[in-house]
């Protein structure tokens, strides 16, 4: 996994060392030894180096095992990119992802490795408070990535659908209409739904939601959130908020003034635990007074103080569709766009258990 941004590589792969590399002409002098250092070294050509480092019929074993032993002495490596330019592919799939969210830093590795086990390298670009989506795609697509993976992506359909006429896209979490993308995401609807379900099944009926803004993936968990009330015969409220820990604790200060209900679901884990942090702040006792459900089930929400009820997306489902999808195009050449739709489920923890008599009692808000 390569940070393309400019923070150099977040990770290295490659074989188990058993014996650290003897100093050689790259750690001396920083620069990379070349094949022909390395065939002199060996006193072999250049053409039996390559052989061996390539692992192909023809050197004695003699031969392979002093290019290897003075390979690693120099701490040679092959220069991978050249060799891909030479074949005009750079097995290189490009992630754009807000590395403030900690389900989108989960989906970096579960692809990373989907990738890697196909013969791909990661590249990540972030997006921030001063690049955008466009900026972020356009320095994937400088270092010549063959495919996108865009996470829960902010840009209009057209832009999006703009981007998959130039190069094969894979857009995780979200709808997009009149796709020339792929499409990898969850039934956010329905995983909302079956939050409403889990709190009318555990008695609560002032059950609150705070909203995820603007965007599809919001739209898809609105509606979720209302169908689920009206499978119930519930009256709904729902707070504007967002995705972000702000949105919770605004959303918490709302709900101290109109009187609190016994539940609430969050748009998503980083909205959930604001709330549990301003509830925590205000004397408000989770579960005990208030139960909270969050969606992404994210590594956040498993953390022991966290423990946070949450829908789970799949995650290691939705990486694996995606880079599938992505090699497809590149390596079994389609050119229709296709949508999967993964079930996402609840996740039950410790933030959600029966209201108390007086809570049921009370009317919502």
């Known amino acids: 996994m390569v940070d393309a941004s400019g923070a150099g590589p977040a990770e290295e792969r490659g074989p188990a060392q058993t014996a650290p590399l003897a100093a050689g002409p790259a750690q001396a002098t920083g620069r990379r030894p070349r094949l022909a250092e390395v065939a002199a070294r060996a006193g072999v050509s250049p053409g039996s180096v390559s052989l061996v480092l390539r692992n192909q019929p023809g050197p004695s074993e003699q031969t392979r095992l002093r290019v290897l032993e003075a390979a690693r002495e120099m701490g040679y490596r092959a220069d991978r990119t050249a060799s891909l330019l030479a074949r005009r592919r750079s097995r290189h799939l490009g992630m754009l992802l807000d590395i403030r969210n900690s389900f989108h830093a989960e989906l970096a590795a579960e692809l990373d490795t989907a990738a890697s086990r196909r013969g791909y390298d990661l590249l990540l670009s972030t997006v921030t408070s001063t690049r955008d989506e466009r900026k972020a795609a356009e320095i994937l697509l400088d270092f010549r990535c063959e495919a996108l993976i865009l996470i829960g992506p902010d840009d209009p359909a057209g832009r999006l659908n703009a981007l998959g006429r130039q190069l094969p896209v894979v857009v995780v979490g979200r709808r997009v209409p009149a796709a020339t993308v792929d499409v990898v995401r969850a ?36 509606r979720g959130y209302r169908r689920g009330m009206a499978r119930h015969g ?19 200060a709302r709900l101290a003034e109109g009187g609190l209900p016994t539940a609430v679901i969050a748009s998503n884990d980083r909205c959930a635990v604001g709330l549990m942090d301003a509830f925590a702040r205000q004397g408000v006792a989770v579960p005990g007074s208030v139960s909270v459900v969050g969606y992404d089930d994210s590594t ?31 390596e079994g050449g389609r050119t229709s766009p296709r949508e999967l739709v993964l079930a996402p489920h609840l996740i039950v923890r410790g933030t959600t258990a029966p209201p108390d008599a007086v809570q049921a009692r009370r009317p919502l808000a």
């Open 187 to 222: 039934a956010d609807d329905n995983g909302v739904a079956q939050a409403v379900g889990h709190l009318a099944s555990l008695g609560h009926r002032a059950i609150v939601f705070v909203d995820g803004g603007r965007g599809t993936i919001a739209s898809d968990r609105r």
């Open 234 to 252: 519930l009256a709904g409220r729902i707070i504007p908020g967002d995705h972000t820990e702000e949105a919770g604790i605004r959303a918490a």
């Open 300 to 330: 956040l929400a498993r953390l022991a103080h966290v423990n946070l009820t949450s829908v789970s997306q799949n995650a290691v489902g939705q990486a694996e569709q995606a880079v599938a999808l992505a090699v497809e195009r590149l």
